[in-house]
């Protein structure tokens, strides 16, 4: 096991009526994932950060930080299009705290795996912070493939990558290069968080964790008592979940959907997402079963 160990909740970001961040929530959403067990990670897909400001995710990563208190790990993400923000937000985001930060691949850019290895290879030169890589090439169009990953595991700074990719084929690929090199793997589809620490993941990064905090921890806690198959049930209703919701639509959007349907001050998705609240009715069937 590695040192970033267990649930990180890939925590939503909550927007008030008028889509402004609502930070008092943000912290209440914090404490309540410390609760289950769970650590943070903030700023990704769930938090929503590809419609949020550089100064709102500064701000987010703040609050998050704060309201942790020392009781949880923080990873931050700070990925951007170019390096040269992603290096800007990073150095931000070092000063508050965070126990690391991770980066998609630069998107909507078609990169080669050179220019990705350069991308990253400058970003880590550039921060203090541990840096985990992040790779969901449906949304950014580029994949890391295992050879760069295996030569970027040579820096120091870079100690892990999340897999969004989606697919046991390519987790099990960079479990794989776990065996072969020092590097953290990071589990990002919530179906396989069981799978992924039976072969030597380090912890998860979990969007359904905002909905289902304890029954993704239980996945978590059984698996490390050596109960496999309370683990495993565990898992079982955190894959029905997730095959059911997201069924419905953009996940991210669905877990917003979710949330507001259990607390509505959690808000739905910024603009042009978030007008789905047509959607509450069925999403609280789903949470009743």
């Known amino acids: 096991m590695g040192v970033f160990t267990g649930v990180y909740t890939a925590i939503i970001t909550p927007f008030a009526d008028d889509e402004a961040v609502n930070f008092s929530q943000l912290s209440k959403l914090v404490e309540r994932q410390i609760g289950f067990g769970n650590n943070i990670f903030c700023n990704g897909t769930n938090g929503e950060f590809y419609a949020t400001t550089f100064s709102e995710k500064i701000d987010i990563?703040?609050?998050?930080?704060?309201?942790?208190?020392?009781?949880?790990?923080?990873?931050?993400?700070?990925?951007c299009a170019?390096?040269?923000?992603?290096?800007?937000?990073?150095k931000e985001i070092q000063r508050l705290g965070v126990d690391a930060v991770?980066?998609?691949?630069?998107?909507?850019?078609?990169?080669?795996?050179?220019?990705?290895?350069?991308?990253?290879?400058?970003?880590?030169?550039?921060?203090?912070?541990?840096?985990?890589?992040?790779?969901?090439?449906?949304?950014?169009?580029?994949?890391?493939?295992?050879?760069?990953?295996?030569?970027?595991?040579?820096?120091?700074?870079?100690?892990?990558?999340?897999?969004?990719?989606?697919?046991?084929?390519s987790l099990d690929g960079y479990l794989e290069l776990r065996q072969e090199c020092n590097i953290e793997v990071m589990t990002g589809p919530d179906s396989l968080i069981l799978h992924g620490f039976q072969n030597g993941a380090s912890g998860c990064v979990s969007g359904l964790a905002n909905?289902?905090?304890?029954?993704?921890?239980?996945?978590?806690?059984?698996?490390s008592q050596g109960n496999v198959e309370q683990a495993s049930a565990a898992q079982d209703k955190v894959t029905a979940m997730r095959q059911s919701l997201y069924s419905l639509g953009f996940p991210p959007d669905m877990v917003k959907e979710a949330m507001y349907a259990i607390n509505t001050e959690n808000g739905l998705s910024r603009s042009p997402k978030g007008q789905l609240r047509d959607l509450s009715e069925?999403?609280?069937?789903?949470?009743?079963?």
């Open 82 to 90: 170019s390096t040269r923000e992603s290096i800007l937000l990073g």
């Open 102 to 169: 991770s980066a998609i691949t630069p998107y909507f850019i078609p990169c080669t795996q050179s220019e990705i290895e350069r991308h990253y290879a400058t970003l880590a030169d550039a921060l203090e912070v541990p840096l985990f890589l992040y790779t969901i090439p449906a949304r950014t169009g580029n994949t890391l493939e295992k050879a760069t990953v295996r030569k970027l595991s040579e820096h120091p700074n870079i100690v892990g990558i999340k897999d969004s990719t989606g697919t046991q084929e």
């Open 211 to 223: 909905v289902l905090g304890q029954e993704v921890n239980d996945i978590w806690r059984n698996f």
């Open 61 to 79: 990563t703040r609050q998050c930080v704060e309201a942790v208190s020392g009781r949880a790990k923080v990873i931050a993400h700070i990925g």
């Open 282 to 289: 069925t999403v609280r069937d789903l949470l009743k079963s």
